[in-house]
């Protein structure tokens, strides 16, 4: 009875456990890694995009540049023949912002495009989404993505397990006895010194006031005498030359 009962005892459900725990842990491990391949390619590839954004701009697209001639149109032009005239050569459809000073008429578009027109020249700015790193950026950051930050947390959690494991999968010196313990070590300490010699500290707010460049007043023009010979209120006349179409003829 007695080599029975040690009998069960070794093959009992704890004892496996007990046993075969490592066992385990490298197996989901394993697979986890597998599952997490394409997200870690996507974030760590957009993460590199967006850690250098200072140094090579929005890769999200390729900006272009072109030039064309353009009949010249005449100041007298009516603001909003002027406005199609450009729209129609620059090719980018409807804009959704619309500027015209003298000679020069500016076009923004939703896409972030621009249209300049000044005297025969129209320069034509445009911007082309790149396909993997624009999606990639697109997925980095979950706001307002539905779904996908629900994907993006399990992610998360994949990456916790595949840290986590990885600290028990091997033992002995070269587990957390000794080599795996210095490994962890060092990778703590950098990110600790990091935030410990480059944090920005909070200052304490300052009192100032701050200066603005002002934009010139309007040049006040006297008005005409009235009817019993009396002068009338002075005329306001804006001199800056810059037309904003108003919201009307803006659709």
């Given at each position: 009875?007695?080599?029975?009962?040690?009998?069960?005892?070794?093959?009992?459900?704890?004892?496996?456990?007990?046993?075969?725990?490592?066992?385990?842990l490298r197996?989901?491990?394993?697979?986890?890694?597998?599952?997490?391949?394409?997200?870690?390619?996507?974030?760590?590839?957009?993460?590199?995009?967006?850690?250098?954004?200072?140094?090579?701009?929005?890769?999200?697209?390729?900006?272009?540049?072109?030039?064309v001639a353009?009949?010249?149109?005449?100041?007298?032009?009516?603001?909003?023949?002027?406005?199609?005239?450009?729209?129609?050569?620059?090719?980018?459809?409807?804009?959704?912002?619309?500027?015209?000073?003298?000679?020069?008429?500016?076009?923004?578009?939703?896409?972030?495009?621009?249209?300049?027109?000044?005297?025969?020249?129209?320069t034509i700015?445009?911007?082309?989404?790149?396909?993997?790193?624009?999606?990639?950026?697109?997925?980095?950051?979950?706001?307002?993505?539905?779904?996908?930050?629900?994907?993006?947390?399990?992610?998360?959690?994949?990456?916790?397990?595949?840290?986590?494991?990885?600290?028990?999968?091997?033992?002995?010196?070269?587990?957390?006895?000794?080599?795996?313990?210095?490994?962890?070590?060092?990778?703590?300490?950098?990110?600790?010194?990091?935030?410990?010699?480059?944090?920005?500290?909070?200052?304490?707010?300052?009192?100032?006031?701050?200066?603005?460049?002002?934009?010139?007043?309007?040049?006040?023009?006297?008005?005409?005498?009235?009817?019993?010979?009396?002068?009338?209120?002075?005329?306001?006349?804006?001199?800056?030359?810059?037309?904003?179409?108003?919201?009307?003829?803006?659709?």
């Amino acid at each position: 009875m007695a080599e029975v009962a040690a009998k069960v005892r070794d093959t009992g459900p704890l004892h496996v456990l007990k046993k075969r725990w490592r066992a385990w842990l490298r197996a989901v491990h394993r697979d986890a890694g597998y599952l997490a391949i394409g997200f870690t390619v996507i974030y760590a590839i957009s993460g590199i995009a967006q850690n250098h954004i200072e140094d090579w701009g929005d890769v999200s697209y390729k900006a272009t540049e072109r030039t064309v001639a353009i009949p010249a149109i005449p100041a007298d032009t009516p603001d909003d023949v002027a406005i199609r005239t450009v729209a129609a050569v620059a090719g980018l459809g409807t804009p959704t912002t619309k500027l015209r000073a003298g000679d020069e008429i500016r076009l923004e578009y939703a896409n972030g495009a621009k249209a300049t027109a000044i005297g025969t020249q129209l320069t034509i700015q445009s911007r082309e989404r790149r396909a993997f790193i624009g999606a990639a950026n697109w997925l980095h950051t979950a706001r307002n993505k539905k779904g996908w930050k629900y994907v993006a947390d399990g992610f998360a959690v994949f990456l916790l397990y595949l840290a986590i494991s990885g600290i028990f999968m091997i033992k002995g010196r070269l587990g957390l006895k000794w080599r795996g313990a210095v490994l962890i070590s060092l990778g703590v300490a950098v990110p600790v010194i990091a935030v410990l010699t480059s944090s920005p500290q909070p200052k304490a707010a300052e009192a100032s006031e701050s200066t603005t460049a002002a934009a010139p007043a309007p040049t006040p023009t006297p008005a005409a005498p009235t009817e019993d010979g009396s002068a009338g209120a002075a005329e306001t006349v804006d001199t800056s030359g810059i037309k904003f179409l108003p919201p009307e003829e803006n659709e």
